[in-house]
């Protein structure tokens, strides 16, 4: 696998809100902060850009609202803000995909001469998965970052719930079926990038 010298990191979402079990519901993949947080890490000692979502939810009861303690980055996210030696971009957005934040990250991109990006965050079905088919849809190379995601379990229609590994499996097999993106381990990614 080949990473750009200029490729970014985009990391979605990763805010304290997700931390109320109560509200979410059975998370997977207990492992995925540490693989963001390393993946930050080699970004950063490695010069590369590094975009910080953060959703900002228009719903009053959403532990991700503005106002809320929810709505802030996890701890370890924060402390890396600003310390990297590359382009760092702040996006907030009040829908699914970061391409539709402000400011404009495709803009960002193209003026920044980024053609590669890599996703990693939360939810995996949800911000991450929809940030990078519209990616893909742009033209992006876009790498997907799986065991740096993470997701809850789902009620949908007819009574049909889907655990939180289900809807990553679905995930990983749409995305990389669908030619949207490449989907990657964090390991690999972090060998390629140092």
Not at 38 to 65: C, E, M, N
Not at 71 to 92: C, D, I, P
Not at 128 to 142: F, I, P
Request: charged share 20%; net charge negative; aromatic share 10%.
């Amino acid at each position: 696998m080949e990473i750009a010298a200029n490729a970014a990191l985009v990391v979605v979402d990763v805010q304290k809100g997700f931390e109320e079990e109560e509200f979410w519901g059975p998370r997977n993949n207990p492992g995925a902060d540490d693989n963001i947080a390393s993946l930050i890490d080699v970004w950063q000692a490695t010069g590369r850009p590094v975009v910080f979502v953060r959703h900002d939810s228009p719903k009053p009861r959403s532990p991700l609202r503005t106002g809320y303690e929810g709505n802030g980055f996890k701890e370890y996210v924060e402390e890396r803000r600003g310390k990297g030696a590359g382009a760092e971009l702040f996006v907030t957005k009040t829908v699914n995909s970061a391409f539709y934040g402000t400011p404009d990250l495709d803009a960002w991109f193209r003026a920044e001469g980024i053609t590669q990006f890599v996703v990693a965050g939360i939810q995996t079905n949800m911000c991450a998965e929809t940030t990078a088919r519209m990616g893909g849809n742009l033209g992006y190379d876009v790498l997907f970052a799986l065991d740096a995601t993470y997701t809850f379990d789902l009620a949908g229609p007819f009574g049909w719930r889907c655990e939180a590994a289900e809807l990553a499996r679905a995930t990983a097999v749409s995305l990389h079926g669908g030619g949207f993106a490449r989907v990657v381990t964090s390991e690999a990614l972090r060998g390629a990038a140092a």
